[in-house]
């Protein structure tokens, strides 16, 4: 139904992969400052996530009862970590990596467990 047929060049496509190499000669170049950027970027969503959380802490006591009381936790936990991360930046380094690992370790395995519906397209492709 929105299948487009007349194929010509995206030159949207080609500027989006311009940037996307450059980023990466960037990125590459000086992998430890992407590193700490990135655990810097994580500590800050975590405080603010945080201080969010505590900041509707008296609303959802009231409406729900205890339950407020795991999120007041979590947000204190959200907090720590972020000031952690900030002012520890080679602990979030290791501990986004093996972050990242887990996930991907995780991602792959429940692939691998749901890739049985792959038998009914191409054989071929199951078994690879």
């Known amino acids: 139904m929105f299948r487009r047929n007349d194929w010509r ?10 940037i996307f190499l450059i980023g990466a000669y960037f990125l590459l170049n000086k992998p430890k400052a992407t590193l700490s950027g990135l ?61 990242f690992a887990i996930w991907f370790l995780l991602d792959a395995i429940v692939g691998l467990l749901n890739v049985s519906h792959l038998k009914q397209f191409n054989m071929g492709l199951y078994i690879l």
């Open 9 to 18: 060049f995206d030159w949207s496509e080609l500027m989006t992969g311009i």
């Open 39 to 99: 655990v810097i970027i994580v500590a800050v969503a975590a405080i603010i996530r945080g201080i969010a959380k505590i900041s509707v802490y008296g609303q959802l006591r009231q409406d729900t009862g205890i339950r407020a009381t795991v999120m007041l936790v979590n947000a204190i936990l959200d907090i720590v970590i972020g000031l952690l991360f900030i002012f520890n930046i080679p602990a979030g380094i290791f501990t986004m990596s093996y972050m």
